[in-house]
Nanobody, 121 residues
């Protein structure tokens, strides 16, 4: 069984920082992409940052220069360093991993349960 567990969310003042983590566990053969999404109440889930196995990051325009995605492939973990946070960054943040489990060897999307980020004074 593959499981994704996120951590690191919380309440922070505008201009502050948070670091999210997401670890994939289970019998994993290979991980392709590890991405971060977010969803605020009443809005659609949006892709915030992505990183494929080549290590090249991609970001939505609204977070460029403020957020940094990184991966530790040895730990099957992806991070999202969020700096200069704004109230509009408030959302539930979700991790997605596109990976192939042992025994299956086909790539599937797996989601974490989400971690809340609230930016407020």
């Amino acid at each position: 069984q593959v499981q994704l567990v996120e951590s690191g969310g919380g309440l922070v003042q505008p201009g502050g920082s948070l670091r999210l983590s997401c670890t994939a566990s289970g019998t994993i053969f290979s991980i392709n992409a590890m991405n971060w999404y977010r969803q605020a109440p009443g809005t659609q889930r949006e892709l915030v940052a992505s990183m494929y196995s080549d290590g090249v990051p991609n970001y939505v325009d609204s977070v460029k220069g403020r957020f940094t995605i990184s991966r530790d492939n040895a730990k099957n973990t992806v991070y999202l360093q969020m700096n200069s946070l704004k109230p509009e960054d408030t959302a539930m943040y979700y991790c997605l991993a596109n990976l192939a489990p042992y025994g299956d060897y086909r790539y599937h999307d797996y989601w974490g349960q989400g971690t809340q980020v609230t930016v407020s004074s």
